[in-house]
Antibody, heavy 125, light 107 residues
Framework: QVQLQESGPGLVKPSETLSLICTVS??????????WSWIRQPAGKELEWIGH???????TYNPSLKSRVTLSLDTSKNEFSLKLTSVTATDTAVYYC?????????????????WGQGTMVTVSS | DIRMTQSPSSLSAFVGDRVTITCRAS??????LNWYQQKPGEAPKLLIY???NLHSGVPSRFRGSASGTDFTLTISSLQPEDFATYYC?????????FGQGTRVEIK
């Protein structure tokens, strides 16, 4: 059974870089057709998709964050990571990693069927 | 970006009530529409994928339907564990986008 677990600092100073890792267990991050996403949720607000990366390391970003976001894959550690630069208080949120399978032939196609538990990141000096 | 508009933003209902939540996409997304349930302090959980397919382990009282760019989540008989916030999400295009959520509260 595939599980995802986010990790990283819970407090980041304004203007610095937020860095999070999502560790995948119970399955390979290199499996074809899977997309590995980051999604965030400010307190009391809706979910915002940050971007995803596929098994080949090709990333797609939300245009609203594209200039500040980098996703990467480490197949040797079976994990993927998020870097968000120049953070401000508006980046304070719970950050989730999630998986979806990007093919219509999947058992559960194009839906976030597995999520991490989430990690709270606060931007404050 | 494709905008997803949910209604209502919140509702109050009794245990046993039939509850309907709607989600409208700003453009054609075919059936690339998913529904999630989120309880406080927890990650969202997938309920329905591809507009009307029940995810594994989800009770059959949850049902999804589609008509053009309008999508509906119906809970046939609300149970105590169903009080939560529900989100729709489109996977037709990137960026993936979510509705603003519908909070279902106890009456």
């Amino acid at each position: 059974q595939v599980q995802l677990q986010e990790s990283g600092p819970g407090l980041v100073k304004p203007s610095e870089t937020l860095s999070l890792i999502c560790t995948v267990s119970g399955g390979s991050i290199s499996t074809e057709n899977y997309y590995w996403s980051w999604i965030r949720q400010p307190a009391g607000k809706e979910l915002e998709w940050i971007g995803h990366i596929d098994a080949r390391g090709r990333a797609t970003y939300n245009p609203s964050l594209k200039s500040r976001v980098t996703l990467s894959l480490d197949t040797s550690k079976n994990e993927f990571s998020l870097k968000l630069t120049s953070v401000t208080a508006t980046d304070t949120a719970v950050y989730y990693c999630a998986r979806d399978e990007g093919t219509i032939f999947a058992v559960v196609p194009f839906a976030f069927d597995i999520w991490g538990q989430g990690t709270m990141v606060t931007v404050s000096s | 970006d494709i905008r997803m508009t949910q209604s209502p933003s919140s509702l109050s209902a009794f245990v046993g009530d039939r509850v309907t939540i709607t989600c409208r996409a700003s453009q054609n997304i075919a059936r690339f529409l998913n529904w999630y349930q989120q309880k406080p302090g927890e990650a969202p959980k997938l309920l329905i994928y591809a507009a009307s397919n029940l995810h594994s382990g989800v009770p059959s009282r949850f049902r999804g339907s589609a008509s053009g760019t309008d999508f509906t989540l119906t809970i046939s008989s609300l149970q105590p564990e169903d009080f939560a916030t529900y989100y729709c999400q489109q996977s037709s295009n990137t960026p993936r986008t979510f509705g603003q959520g519908t909070r279902v509260e106890i009456k």
